[in-house]
């Protein structure tokens, strides 16, 4: 069932209840069939890309001393890295766990470039320690699901095909001892109940089993092929850096725009009553007089926006006095009430200075402009090395940073200082936002 609210008009789905508990489930869920079949095909797969790294990898060894040797070494990275392709393919369709491709190979053209490339690459070396270290793990995770599997659903099934062995075998059941005095078989009514009893219990255990060996999967696949730390690291400035750009464009645009739709149009109206009070002052000094009055008043009003623009690029008072003054003045200007409460050993730096100004002052314009609140709350502080911002109001709530909101670009703005925005704000209220910021000082 699901149930829009608040003014983001996002959505909340109830979670699926069931009614059979999970340890029931497991052995008849789909996530266990794909992961048992990740395991059995994990074999043959390791056997193939264990010979191809085996032999490869020796024959290049042996080429050293001439100079096919490197150029065979990187072939045999690439096979590889080719592997890589289709397990990363395999673990997502089977395992659900995504995984981002690695760099590609760095080459400025020419065989002998793409050579260096390859074996320069910690990429295609993690590749080739996988394709020698899941082997031994493939044989591991191979037999002990496929024996546990078997053992668990023969056993359960057990009453369903004892007829078997009176009819083909001259026994009554399973034999779990032979002697010369005595053999003990599984054929009697308690003896066969033991036995389903036994396999169900192993039917039940396996499911978990099976997910405890493809997590360990998981962890080689994501932290032997996928991409390094370091790369991510440098994916996610890169991203950043195009968010901050675009937020930096689109900064300028709107002072751009503000300026050109306001003070600059006030400006050009006040120079053209400005000359036209000057053509009037010595035949009409009363009309003239009352022009440079309304010009004056127009003055005003350009200095008042032009103050307006400065202030939400870079308030005087939060460089002169910091986030305490600064932010108290932002509350001034809310239609709630606001109580501020800013609780720093010192200043961090301008940057994380301003960008924390600036998402308490957009927090709190969604107060006046979309919660319905009766009074709003801004607590400021710092926790180690993160400055931490929380705006909380008692309004209707509803609000979602996934919906496409103002709260999407702030969270993106804060995302590209290693900022985190976290929003709590169920249906009928209270909100309550928490922003954390490094704090540099």
């Known amino acids: 069932m699901e149930t829009e609210y608040g003014y983001g008009g996002s959505r909340s789905r109830e979670p699926r209840r069931h009614l059979v508990p999970p340890v029931l489930r497991a052995p008849f869920?789909?996530?266990?069939?794909?992961?048992f079949g990740h395991l059995l095909l994990s074999l043959p797969i390791s056997i193939v890309l264990f010979c191809w790294a085996v032999v490869m990898v020796s024959m290049s060894a042996g080429l050293l001393v001439t100079f096919l040797g490197i150029p065979l070494m990187a072939v045999s990275l690439m096979g590889c890295r080719g592997f890589g392709v289709?397990?990363?393919?395999?673990?997502?369709?089977?395992?659900?766990?995504?995984?981002?491709?690695?760099q590609s190979v760095r080459s400025r053209g020419g065989v002998m470039s793409w050579v260096g490339g390859v074996l320069k690459s910690g990429v295609s070396w993690r590749h080739l320690l996988?394709?020698?270290?899941?082997?031994?793990?493939?044989?591991?995770?191979?037999?002990?699901?496929?024996?546990?599997?078997?053992?668990?659903?023969?056993?359960?099934?057990?009453?369903?095909?004892?007829?078997v062995f009176p009819t083909y075998t001259n026994?009554?059941?399973?034999?779990?001892?032979?002697?010369?005095?005595?053999?003990?078989?599984?054929?009697?009514?308690?003896?066969?109940?033991?036995?389903?009893?036994?396999?169900?219990?192993?039917?039940?255990?396996?499911?978990?089993l099976i997910r405890a060996l493809a997590t360990v999967d998981k962890v080689m696949v994501v932290g032997l092929l996928g991409p390094s730390r370091l790369e991510e690291r440098v994916t996610e400035l890169e991203s950043d850096r195009g968010i901050v750009v675009d937020t930096t464009a689109a900064d300028?645009?709107?002072?751009e725009r503000d300026l050109h739709d306001g003070a600059q149009a006030r400006l050009v109206a006040l120079a053209m009553d400005l000359g036209l009070a000057?053509?009037?002052?010595?035949?009409?000094?009363?009309?003239?007089?009352?022009?440079?009055?309304?010009?004056?008043?127009?003055?005003?009003v350009a200095l008042q926006e032009l103050r307006d623009l400065a202030r939400g690029?870079?308030?005087?008072?939060?460089?002169?006095?910091?986030?305490?003054?600064?932010?108290?003045?932002?509350?001034?200007?809310?239609?709630?009430?606001?109580?501020?409460?800013?609780?720093?050993?010192?200043?961090?730096?301008?940057?994380?200075?301003?960008?924390?100004?600036?998402?308490?002052?957009?927090?709190?314009?969604?107060?006046?402009?979309?919660?319905g609140a009766g009074r709003a709350t801004v607590d400021v502080w710092r926790a180690g090395n993160r400055l931490m911002l929380q705006v909380g109001d008692n309004g209707r709530g509803g609000a979602d940073a996934a919906a496409g909101s103002g709260l999407a670009g702030l969270a993106e703005r804060l995302d590209a200082v290693d900022g985190i925005l976290v929003v709590d704000s169920p249906p009928g209220g209270p909100t309550t936002i928490t922003a954390e910021l490094p704090w540099r000082a």
């Not at 869920?29 to 992961?35: L, V």
């Open 29 to 35: 869920e789909g996530r266990t069939f794909r992961e």
């Open 86 to 102: 289709m397990e990363r393919a395999r673990a997502r369709a089977l395992l659900g766990v995504e995984i981002a491709e690695p």
């Open 130 to 163: 996988y394709s020698v270290l899941h082997f031994p793990w493939a044989i591991f995770a191979f037999v002990t699901s496929l024996t546990t599997w078997t053992v668990g659903w023969t056993l359960f099934s057990y009453p369903l095909w004892q007829w």
């Open 171 to 208: 026994h009554d059941g399973i034999q779990i001892y032979g002697g010369e005095k005595r053999d003990v078989y599984l054929d009697t009514p308690s003896t066969v109940a033991l036995t389903c009893l036994v396999g169900l219990l192993i039917t039940l255990v396996v499911p978990w």
């Open 252 to 255: 300028l645009r709107r002072i």
């Open 278 to 300: 000057k053509e009037k002052l010595a035949e009409d000094p009363e009309a003239a007089a009352v022009m440079v009055g309304e010009a004056h008043g127009e003055v005003k």
């Open 313 to 371: 690029i870079h308030p005087a008072v939060l460089t002169d006095r910091g986030l305490d003054a600064a932010l108290s003045s932002v509350a001034s200007r809310c239609t709630v009430p606001v109580r501020v409460e800013v609780d720093l050993p010192g200043r961090p730096v301008p940057a994380i200075e301003g960008i924390a100004y600036y998402t308490v002052s957009e927090l709190l314009q969604n107060v006046s402009k979309h919660s």
